[in-house]
């Protein structure tokens, strides 16, 4: 999902979303660029509206704000299609940590 230096390099890299949002509970290393998506889909509800949102602006997100500094994960080929979809499942599932 996101590389920390806590990381294995040798894994694959990720969104890094960590350097700019606080995704979990048990991370502790994290950026502020961007808003706490702890608890994402338990305070925005677990919709396919919000599905779509989440996916949506991960994929793009200029597509929501024009000049977003959040990377262009899907539009700029920086996460593959299977990564998004995970990525989209980490912020929605109730079973997430980041939903915990
Ligand atoms: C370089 C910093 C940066 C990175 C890396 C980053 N984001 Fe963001 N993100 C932002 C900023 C800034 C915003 C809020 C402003 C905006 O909408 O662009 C945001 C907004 C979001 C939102 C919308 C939040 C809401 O409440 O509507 C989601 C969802 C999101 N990011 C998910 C991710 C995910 C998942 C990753 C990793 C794959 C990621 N971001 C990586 C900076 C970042």
């Known amino acids: 999902m996101g590389k920390q230096f806590s990381d294995d390099p040798k894994a694959p890299a990720g969104g890094n979303c960590y350097a ?3 995704l ?3 991370e502790v290393s994290y950026g502020t660029i961007g808003p706490s998506l702890y608890n994402f889909a338990k305070l925005r509800g677990y919709g396919e509206q919000i599905q779509r949102y989440a ?3 991960v994929y793009n997100s200029q597509a929501f704000s024009a000049c977003s500094s959040m990377p262009r ?3 700029a080929g920086i996460l593959t299609e299977d990564q998004l979809r995970h990525v989209v499942a980490l912020l929605m ?7 915990k």
């Open 24 to 26: 979990t509970k048990e």
């Open 93 to 99: 599932s109730p079973e997430s940590p980041v939903n």
């Open 73 to 75: 994960f899907g539009h």
């Open 20 to 22: 700019c949002h606080q």
């Open 55 to 57: 996916y949506g602006k």
